[in-house]
């Protein structure tokens, strides 16, 4: 799966968003030929600043949409490197629990392995299946459950620093969980296109004194709108599909929790198939 590359945006999606795109001005254009001339003369000014304003709108729209799902998209890095921060601060503060302990350590890296394998490592939203990681984070609560109920560890409760960085990292979770969903619904994605078509169309039924100019702005801005669609489209969904956020930093705090600890989650007293994938229906 690749990451942060300009390419990423050669995607199918944003192949389909480009012949759309290019479909509809072509038809445009056949459009525009049928117009009389003349009328078009007549109306060039009404035209022009009509055309304009909706340029301008439809800008503005598409402007702070880029912006609010690039800042979607950050918040999005930043859930998943303090999710894998509360799993290495839970796994540093296990040895003091003894046996117990390395019991929760299994977890943690369980619960890890699960979410690498069924919520990060996915192509499309349907192979996303949060069941396995719930039932892992469960785990580290049972686990923690144990550490309370144990007579040397009784004392254990909600402000205690492993409870609190356990409750961190579930809020990170639910926050993931929140991100990897769309957040633009699909009657804005219909006006965001509509505006497209829009503003595509006014450039075109305008009348102009250089052809070549007109034609080069013309095929410019349409680029623009459909690149910039695309890098939305690819925005909005941070954790799955061809431009996602970084996994590196959870994948690799995963194997050095591993390494530093010697686990292996499928011991006993963790959940050994809370790392499996789980298959597509």
């Not at 890095?77 to 003894?98: C, H, I, K, W």
């Not at 009784?154 to 990897?180: E, K, Y």
């Not at 505006?195 to 349409?222: E, N, R, Y």
């Not at 680029?223 to 970084?246: E, K, M, Q, W």
Request: glycine share 6%.
């Amino acid at each position: 799966m690749a990451h942060h590359m300009i390419g990423d945006l050669l995607s199918v999606e944003t192949a389909a968003i480009l012949t759309i795109a290019l479909v509809v001005v072509g038809i445009l254009v056949v459009v525009v030929r049928r117009i009389a001339l003349d009328a078009l003369e007549r109306d060039s000014g009404a035209i022009t600043a009509v055309t304009s304003a909706i340029l301008g709108v439809y800008g503005l729209i598409l402007g702070l949409t880029l912006a609010a799902s690039w800042d979607r998209f950050q918040i999005a890095e930043f859930s998943l490197r303090d999710e894998a921060n509360a799993m290495f601060a839970l796994t540093r503060l296990a040895p003091t629990y003894d046996d117990l302990g390395d019991d929760l350590q299994r977890a943690v890296i369980a619960y890890g392995d699960t979410v690498i394998a069924n919520e990060l490592m996915v192509d499309e939203e349907s192979d996303i299946h949060h069941r396995p990681g719930s039932e892992a984070i469960r785990e580290i609560y049972s686990v923690m459950e144990r550490i309370g109920d144990s007579p040397e560890f009784g004392d254990l409760n909600s402000v205690d620093p492993t409870w609190v960085v356990l409750i961190a990292l579930d809020n990170q979770r639910g926050q993931r969980i929140q991100l990897s969903q769309n957040a633009l619904p699909r009657p804005f994605w219909v006006l965001l296109i509509f505006g497209a078509v829009l503003s595509i169309a006014g450039l075109i039924v305008i009348l102009p004194s250089h052809p070549k100019i007109h034609f080069t702005i013309t095929l410019g801005a349409t680029a623009l709108i459909v690149l910039t669609l695309a890098l939305i489209h690819n925005l909005d969904r941070p954790y799955f599909g061809s431009y996602t956020v970084d996994f590196t930093e959870f994948t690799q705090a995963v194997d050095g929790m591993r390494r530093e600890y010697g686990v292996n989650p499928a011991a006993p007293g963790a959940a050994p198939s809370a790392a499996t994938p789980v298959p597509s229906s």
